[in-house]
């Protein structure tokens, strides 16, 4: 495991210095819902957490902390952490430009600093698929309230295709591929087992090639198609870009 870290920690150290300096303000009508109801990634995310406000809040592996301020200004009492120092100190002066609070904190996911049930809503983007699940399964389900609601979206990797390119085709803005390994449905099975309810919504089947383009780029039109045959081509679902994970303990 000391060794995974090292490679993930320097890897996301790295990412994290370019965003040092261009820390940006949020507007006055920003926060979480409006940023996840913009996002197709996080298609019901909204919808499914509900109302944020006074809400104590963990999220896991918040990089450079964006998703964390948005948190905050949506009112949650929000805690962060990430094995990556620098992504910690970037969160940090981001919350602090904004005017909101975080509490943010240097761990690894597989071995939580949080008391029993210290959480009504955990979230983590990108993140499941660096922990080891056969040892951070069990800290993430007990530092959750009873009847307490989770949240991951996770690359899938049952395309052969999407491995493929991950893995050798470039294109802009992609990050180096580290230890990490996109998960399978047996992997979400494994992660949400004990959970009361779970469910897995995947996205970007077509329109997965967005991302070749860019952050923000969206076709409409491939969009629309998916749409279609996710609804009436249901094996389709598994060679989707990402799947968006929700439960309640």
């Known amino acids: 495991m000391q060794d995974r870290y090292k490679t993930e920690k320097t890897k996301w150290d790295d990412i994290a210095k370019r965003h040092f300096e261009d820390v940006e303000i949020l507007g006055p009508g920003e926060d979480f819902h409006k940023y996840a109801t913009s996002k197709i990634e996080l298609t019901g995310v909204s919808e499914f957490l509900g109302d944020l406000h006074k809400k104590r809040v963990l999220e896991i ?71 080891d699940p056969g040892i951070a399964r069990q800290d993430v389900y007990r530092i959750l309230c009873k009847g307490g609601k989770a949240v991951f979206v996770e690359p899938m990797g049952m395309n052969p295709v999407l491995t493929f390119v991950r893995k050798h085709v470039p294109y802009r803005y992609k990050n180096a591929v580290g230890v990490d390994r996109a998960l399978t449905y047996d992997d979400m099975d494994a992660w949400t087992r004990n959970f009361q309810y779970r469910q897995y919504r995947e996205v970007q089947l077509l329109s997965m090639v967005e ?26 679902r598994r060679f989707c870009r990402y799947a968006v994970i929700c439960a309640m303990k």
């Open 61 to 131: 592996g918040c990089g450079v902390g964006f998703v964390a301020t948005l948190l905050a200004k949506s009112g949650a009492h929000v805690t962060v952490f990430d094995l990556s120092p620098v992504s910690v100190r970037v969160a940090k002066r981001r919350a602090e430009i904004n005017n909101v609070k975080i509490d943010p904190l240097v761990s690894a996911g597989e071995n939580l600093p949080f008391s029993d049930e210290s959480f009504e809503i955990i979230f983590g983007k990108s993140i499941l698929h660096h922990l």
């Open 211 to 236: 991302r070749g383009f860019g952050w923000g780029r969206k076709f409409p039109a491939l969009r629309k198609m998916d749409e279609y045959l996710l609804k009436h081509f249901t094996f389709l």
